[in-house]
């Protein structure tokens, strides 16, 4: 009983400490979501006062007169070619570098790697004019092309480092009984590495939904733009009318937070996949 007491008393700080963070990271959602909820009238009363009844004509305001429906259906096109062809690039260059050997190998590693640091700002004025040039201003594919460049060497490198935890008599044993490149990726080393797949499709999900330079540079037409540019214009459009603002903004990060619960357990699991190795 003693023993269980100072057991209590040993972890309670640092469950209260928790606790308070994850208090503090639960208001500011919270608080958005009752403020898009609310009548202009309920939001003069105070931030904390609850409304008579939930105004949901704030998200259908937002999603037909701030053109959500089009900035929503935009994210969606671009988010999900990003996703699944990096993540098929990624596996299959991952596995060139974590198995393979060919030639300048280890200086296009280092290639990849400079690529990760260098920040979007630093290229984006370039790159308008190169898309300007091949006529892909203002098209999906403006948007999609760059965001996958932008994505492959943190794929690449993700799915090798990952690769590299597999335990190598799994791979032997199918290279002795003679199966091919194509058979061992397909077959033994995709069904094993799923978790890193998942985690690695949550993390450029997230990225690329978020993405605000690129499409801020590349399309100035209002029927391509995505959520992030689109939250902007509404902003300027609809700034006294904060409930419609705010119920804007809900639905900007309400796919990622549902992402973020679908494949939490997931991402945990890729995350910590061969740290006991």
Do not use: C
């Not at 040993?10 to 979501?33: E, K, M, N």
């Not at 935009?74 to 050997?101: E, Q, R, Y």
């Not at 690769?163 to 061992?184: C, F, H, K, T």
Request: glycine share 6%.
């Amino acid at each position: 009983m003693s023993r269980n007491f100072h057991g209590i008393g040993a972890v309670l700080p640092s469950r209260i400490i928790l606790w308070l963070f994850a208090v503090l990271t639960v208001i500011p959602f919270a608080l958005l979501i009752l403020t898009s909820l609310k009548s202009r009238a309920d939001l003069i009363q105070g931030a904390f006062v609850l409304p008579a009844y939930p105004h949901f004509e704030n998200y259908a305001n937002a999603w037909i007169e701030g053109h959500f429906n089009v900035y929503f259906l935009n994210s969606v096109l671009i988010v999900f070619p990003v996703v699944i062809v990096s993540i098929i690039l990624g596996t299959l260059m991952g596995f060139s570098f974590a198995f393979l050997s060919f030639p300048f190998r280890r200086t296009i590693f280092v290639l990849l790697t400079i690529g990760m640091m260098v920040p979007t700002e630093a290229f984006i004025i370039p790159l308008y004019y190169e898309m300007r040039y091949v006529g892909l201003i203002n098209t999906y594919a403006a948007l999609i092309l760059p965001q996958i460049a932008m994505s492959l060497p943190f794929a690449t490198m993700f799915m090798a480092s990952a690769m590299q935890q597999l335990p190598l008599e799994v791979i032997e044993a199918a290279v002795l009984d003679g199966a091919s490149r194509r058979y061992i990726l397909s077959k033994v080393i995709v069904p094993l590495m799923l978790p890193s797949m998942s985690t690695l499709a949550l993390f450029l999900f997230i990225w690329t939904w978020n993405e605000f330079l690129i499409p801020l540079v590349l399309v100035n037409d209002d029927n391509y733009r995505t959520l992030p540019i689109g939250m902007l214009f509404f902003q300027g459009r609809y700034t006294v009318n904060t409930p419609v603002l705010t119920a804007g903004a809900v639905i900007v990060i309400g796919p990622l937070i549902l992402a973020y619960m679908l494949f939490q357990r997931k991402l945990i699991t890729g995350l910590t996949a061969g740290a006991t190795k």
